[in-house]
């Protein structure tokens, strides 16, 4: 087998420019690293390209656009740059004249062009027609410039935009995790129907059996039930789905089991059965299945990994067409490759380090180059620098008992009664105005404290030297905070003269004293948090919250997805349905009830809630009212409010949101919580207090699911470098 590019095999080069080989290889494990494809031109000026589309600051170029262009729609009309969002008292928000977020578009609108050209012309026209990813972006772009065009000609006038609805597709194709999650989503979504399907069964027979129990009698006393929740087919659906959600219990069974307690048995089993069942059910599914095709996406990962690695060691077994009777590199190459690629400091001198050992004899074979870069598998183990060394005893006892682990649970203790001295202090005070309280003493109380935590800082420093304390996470917290406390309390004996018992001075300085001391409580407060390293179990918990930032950002960017195609449909649908009357304060209910026939101050309502900040009159207002609906408390008001404005089909686009974001994709998220928790938990058993720190460096999605990870075999490898569109093997 021989390799060459445009189709001369590497043997017959008898001059072969070694430094393509260089470069090859350097892109080729820079795509290992970061799980790329492959397939992408491999001539030289291609590779130059390649490199700097994907350095970090084209990439973050990239970046800022996307969220650029998806934060028009705060600005563009309507406009959310209003200080409230309620429509009683809100002030007309700025409108930016026509053509300033237009202009801004286009700018990025180009940037995409650019971005989609690089992209297939480093692929070739080949690969291009495969990629429905690229071919969806061309006709994103299309639409939006197609849609702009529009919008500039009739001067921003225009109420659809539609372009405003595809903007989310620039921030999806841009990330090869989103993609594969998406694609993880779209394969889980009939495992997902069927129990909402059976969902459906449920709250429909249950439905039936409502409409027959609590059909009107020709006892108006007895028609309570019927009147609220089971009037009509459409009200009855909705009491009994709200109830799915717990949203409306008891309320939805008061009428009936303040007549009757039996009545009560028919709504607990409706919960029982599809709250606390068929809904714990779907979080099972949904944990089972998505995981599995999480595994499949990781497995996808891994082997792109093992094939740009492969990849690698191919062109570089070619460079100077010297190939021995079986395929190794040189020593000197490998070295010279990994002072070129771009990857974090730890793992180039990791892998360095491993390759320096066959130095003595010169060459690696395909094993030994593959071993290497086990390495990449691995995430950081922090290692904490040495303690600095004290010839005399005295600074040596000093260091061993400022190093023990007691001043850190001594340190908690006092951190605990100064939060415990702040809580009494509020307590006492609740009942005061800021100024009838006596700030004098919490400031004489937290100057006490706070010169302590000045004393533990310094004498830390002193145990474990500066590179030692600086290299535990929970000093640089704790240090900042000391720091920026002492900073306040020299600000205020500066501001304030150390001010004496019921002075109030304020009058003086930007702050009044109360506010600064409520500032430094506030601190103090937030301080106390350096206790969770210290208790294993929090440690854990905390440890697998910070992981879900780094392993969840496909999630989330989902999520801001489908909120922000959902907030720009519930602005098309709903902008200006629901107008308060005009002076409502002095309108007595009677009054209101005869302005519209749409109003409602019955108990419960959106009206009488005081729900009106919450409405699709702009897109900040329409987004946290999607997550008010998903958070599913009192969501009913919502679409009640909605559906008695506008239509009864306004409750299908409520009902879809709740669907996609508390049904699917809250339990989603629990479900990769759990997988990530018991991942640690499961490995927390055999480590200690201070080892709990170190796992967490070790976690990636890739990690969690290592051992049920299939390595690729070489025949796998070789078929699919075969394969490659720019990169010929001759066998």
């Known amino acids: 087998m021989s390799y060459s590019v445009a189709g001369e095999s590497c043997s017959a080069e008898e001059d072969a420019d070694d430094d393509l080989y260089i470069q090859q290889a350097v892109v080729f494990i820079e795509d290992a690293i970061q799980y790329r494809s492959i397939n992408h031109r491999v001539d030289a000026r291609s590779l130059r390209l390649y490199r700097w589309y994907y350095s970090r600051i084209c990439q973050w170029g990239l970046g800022l656009t996307i969220a650029g262009v998806l934060l028009l ?8 740059l209003s200080v409230s969002s309620d429509p009683r008292h809100r002030s007309p928000p700025w409108e930016p004249p026509c053509g300033f977020t237009e202009s801004i578009e286009m700018v990025c609108l180009i940037i995409f062009a650019l971005d989609l050209t690089v992209k297939s012309y480093l692929i070739g026209w080949e690969e291009f027609r495969k990629n429905k990813w690229l071919i969806g972006y061309t006709i994103v772009i299309s639409i939006s410039v197609i849609d702009w065009v529009l919008s500039v000609s009739m001067v921003c006038d225009e109420k659809l935009r539609v372009r405003r609805l595809i903007r989310p597709f620039f921030l999806l194709q841009n990330s090869s995790l989103m993609k594969k999650t998406l694609k993880c989503i779209k394969r889980t979504l009939p495992e997902i129907a069927s129990v909402i399907l059976l969902l459906a069964l449920h709250l429909c027979l249950f439905t039936m059996i409502g409409m027959l129990l609590f059909a009107k009698t020709e006892d108006p006393k007895k028609n309570e039930e019927w009147r609220l929740h089971f009037r009509n087919l459409p009200d009855s659906l909705t009491s009994l789905l709200v109830l799915l959600t717990t949203a409306n219990n008891p309320d939805v069974m008061i009428p009936a089991y303040s007549l009757n307690r039996g009545y009560a048995i028919f709504f607990i089993t409706f919960s029982v059965i599809g709250t606390y069942c068929l809904m714990n059910l779907l979080t099972a599914i949904i944990y089972n299945q998505f995981r599995g095709y999480l595994l499949m996406s990781v497995q996808t990962s891994i082997i792109r990994r093992r094939l740009g690695i492969r990849a690698a060691f191919q062109v570089l077994s070619c460079q100077g067409a010297q190939q021995a009777a079986e395929e190794s590199v040189r020593v000197d190459a490998v ?41 990449l598998d691995k995430d950081r ?27 850190t649970i001594f340190g908690n203790a006092v951190a605990l009664v100064n939060v415990m001295c702040i809580c009494t202090v509020l307590v006492l005070n609740s009942e005061k105005s800021t100024a009838e309280r006596d700030n004098y003493i919490m400031e004489i109380i937290n100057l006490c404290f706070i010169l302590y935590y000045l004393f533990e800082m310094c004498v830390k420093i002193f145990a474990f030297g500066w590179r030692g304390y600086l290299s535990y996470r929970n000093n640089i917290f704790d240090g900042f905070l000391t720091i920026l406390l002492m900073a306040l309390q020299i600000t205020i004996y500066i501001t304030y003269r150390l001010p004496y018992s019921h002075w109030d001075p304020s009058s003086h300085g930007v702050m009044s004293l109360w506010e600064m001391v409520r500032l430094v409580n506030m601190l103090i407060v937030f301080r106390f948090l350096r206790i969770i390293p210290d208790i294993k179990l929090m440690a854990l918990v905390a440890s697998t919250l910070l992981d879900l930032v780094k392993n969840l950002r496909a999630f989330a960017g989902i999520l801001v997805v489908v909120y922000y195609v959902f907030a720009v449909f519930g602005i098309w649908l ?25 109003f409602s101050m019955e108990c419960g309502t959106y009206e009488q809630l005081g729900y009106w900040p919450n409405n699709f009159d702009d897109f900040a207002a329409s987004i946290i009212l999607l997550y008010n609906v998903m958070v599913v408390n009192n969501w009913q008001a919502f679409m009640d409010a909605y559906s008695r404005y506008t239509t009864d089909w306004a409750k299908i686009y409520f009902v879809c949101w709740w669907l996609t974001s508390s049904v699917m994709w809250v339990n989603l998220f629990v479900a990769l919580i759990l997988e990530n928790f018991t991942y640690k938990w499961d490995r927390s058993h055999s480590c200690s207090v201070t080892d709990v720190e170190r796992i967490r460096y070790e976690t990636s999605v890739q990690f969690m699911f290592k051992e049920q990870i299939q390595e690729p075999t070489e025949e796998e490898l070789l078929c699919q470098l075969h394969q490659h569109p720019h990169l010929h093997l001759h066998w």
């Open 73 to 80: 729609a705060f600005v563009e009309r309507p406009s959310s």
């Open 335 to 375: 070295l010279q490759v990994m002072s070129k690629v771009k990857m974090k400091s730890y793992y180039r001198a990791a892998i360095t380090t491993e390759v320096q050992q066959h130095e003595t004899v010169g060459y690696m074979d395909r094993e030994q180059f593959r071993k290497i870069f086990d390495e």
């Open 381 to 407: 183990i922090k290692e904490h620098p040495p303690l600095p060394h004290y010839n005399s005893p005295v600074l040596q006892r000093m260091q061993v008992i400022f190093s023990h682990y007691y001043l």
């Open 574 to 598: 709903f902008e200006g349905a629901i107008k308060p009357p005009p002076q409502m304060s002095v309108l007595s209910n009677t009054t209101m009830e005869n302005i519209t026939s749409n």
